[in-house]
């Protein structure tokens, strides 16, 4: 069973007691599990061959309607969501310089439905050292979003996909493909993944939607006939067709956004899983 299917029956368990206001928010628990676990893979830093770090310390930001609505549950929300991203850790074999924690707190510049996830690496005192790993008070000043300082010597470019820090950046494909076409290995190959089913991608633009005529048709009531659109290409993009419900990419709301390999697009109640490789 999954991390996040496990998160949420640990959390429909408490649906009739003090959680079920928190499943009225436009902001689901899910998503915030998934955008945690999302932090973690995007600011993973390897000290050595058999140590990962990732952050241990979150901050998820959201709209005041969504503050309100969640923060009464803040420290039953967080404690679950902190187990969440242990299992998650295990599961990926990451470590943690310290405690993992995750407050919620208000972003007056987000509206309902939206929210940021900011994360930092912490170091514990008592935290035992790896090899390789830096001491506690070699972490680097300033803020959310960064990963420590002291990691072993790195070439003097970055690697690709490698993002200067986290919350303030644009969020950087997993390391970058070159255009699709022919090259010196092959060419890009695109696809996506419904319900375990996948759909090749075999023209510049691929419609989804309800309707018989799209390109890939998804049978749920929340989707409209022609929902969004997706192109491939350096980057490739999803763009909403005037639906009903909108789309929702990597945990954020939006009409237009950037794919990367992995990112997860919610149409309606359903998950489209988007896939990108060389071939």
Known sequence: ????????????????????????????????????????????????????????????????????????????????????????????????????????EKADDLDTGLYRVRSRTLASSSSQQAPGA???????????????????????APPPGARPGGYGYPQPATPQRPAAGPTAGGRTRYWIEINGTRHQISRPTLVLGRSTEADVRIDDPGVSRRHCEIRTGTPSTIQDLGSTNGIVVDGQHTTRATLRDGSRIVVGSTTVLYRQAEG
Do not use: H
């Open 1 to 104: 069973m999954g991390v996040l299917k496990r998160f949420e029956q640990r959390l429909e368990g408490l649906v009739n007691g003090t959680f079920a206001k928190v499943f009225k928010s436009e902001v689901q628990p899910v998503e915030i599990a998934g955008a945690l676990q999302r932090e973690c893979d995007n600011n993973a830093t390897i000290w050595n061959r058999d140590r990962t770090v990732v952050p241990n310390d979150f901050i998820v930001e959201l709209s005041a309607p969504d503050f309100e609505r969640l923060s009464p549950y803040s420290g039953q929300l967080g404690d679950e969501l902190a187990g969440m991203v242990r299992d998650y850790a295990k599961q990926q074999r990451y470590t943690f310089m310290g405690p993992i924690k995750v407050n919620l």
């Open 134 to 156: 830096p001491a506690p008070g070699d972490q680097r000043p300033g803020g959310y979003g960064y990963p420590p300082a002291a990691a072993p010597p790195m070439p003097s």
